[in-house]
T-cell receptor, first 110, second 113 residues
Framework: GQQVMQIPQYQHVQEGEDFTTYCNSS?????IQWYKQRPGGHPVFLIQ?????EVKKQKRLTFQFGEAKKNSSLHITATQTTDVGTYFC??????????FGPGTRLSVLP | DAGVTQSPTHLIKTRGQQVTLRCSPK?????VSWYQQALGQGPQFIFQ???????QRGNFPDRFSGHQFPNYSSELNVNALLLGDSALYLC????????????FGPGTRLTVL
């Protein structure tokens, strides 16, 4: 079945440094969503990418969808302590449900 | 406008027991999905309900069952609990197909002793 992988598993950065997490699917995706989960919280929707090669920005966050629609990335510029949490990608393979990756846990040192 | 709500917040059960978790979707949402999130892992899809029927199912045994009511609220039932069923159970709701935002509830933390 469809598998979604994310790297790295953990990332520790100094406040102000950049951060990138990568998401790879074993199958071509129709769309991909990104979520953030704070410690002790629940996943919160960040964004959805649908088109091949799509790039979307939300303030300091930049999301990309690969040309082959099998990979995606999330880049955070100049991290802040409020960025702490686990970032999940979730891929949809032309179905009705999403397969989540294992997440990248981000720690930001002040 | 209330978001997705789940009850109870926490639950402790022993092996072999049965449990029922409840979810009320965000106002106006008609589709409810259930996920299991083990500690340190990503959410795993259990099943999805739409129009009171199970529409899709993930790789979970028949011990996991559910129901959706006419008001779109949903229940997740787990029979013959195992230690490995200990996890955060998340409910997510949306209106429409897979290209819309789905909203997660706060989850129910189930501990099986």
């Amino acid at each position: 079945g469809q598998q979604v992988m994310q790297i790295p598993q953990y990332q520790h950065v100094q406040e102000g440094e950049d951060f990138t997490t990568y998401c790879n699917s074993s199958t071509t995706l129709s769309n991909i969503q990104w979520y953030k989960q704070r410690p002790g919280g629940h996943p919160v929707f960040l964004i959805q990418l649908v088109k091949s090669g799509e790039v979307k920005k939300q303030k300091r966050l930049t999301f990309q969808f690969g040309e082959a629609k099998k990979n995606s990335s999330l880049h955070i510029t100049a991290t802040q302590t409020t960025d702490v949490g686990t970032y999940f990608c979730a891929g949809n393979n032309y179905g009705q449900n999403f397969v989540f990756g294992p997440g990248t846990r981000l720690s930001v040192l002040p | 406008d209330a978001g997705v709500t789940q009850s109870p917040t926490h639950l402790i059960k022993t092996r072999g027991q049965q449990v029922t978790l409840r979810c009320s979707p965000k106002s106006g949402h008609d589709t409810v999905s259930w996920y299991q999130q083990a500690l340190g892992q990503g959410p795993q899809f259990i099943f999805q309900y739409y129009e009171e029927e199970e529409r899709q199912r993930g790789n979970f045994p028949d011990r996991f069952s559910g129901h959706q009511f006419p008001n779109y609220s949903s229940e997740l039932n787990v029979n013959a609990l195992l230690l490995g069923d200990s996890a955060l159970y998340l409910c997510a709701s949306r209106l429409g197909g897979a290209r819309v935002t789905q909203y997660f509830g706060p989850g129910t933390r189930l501990t099986v002793l």
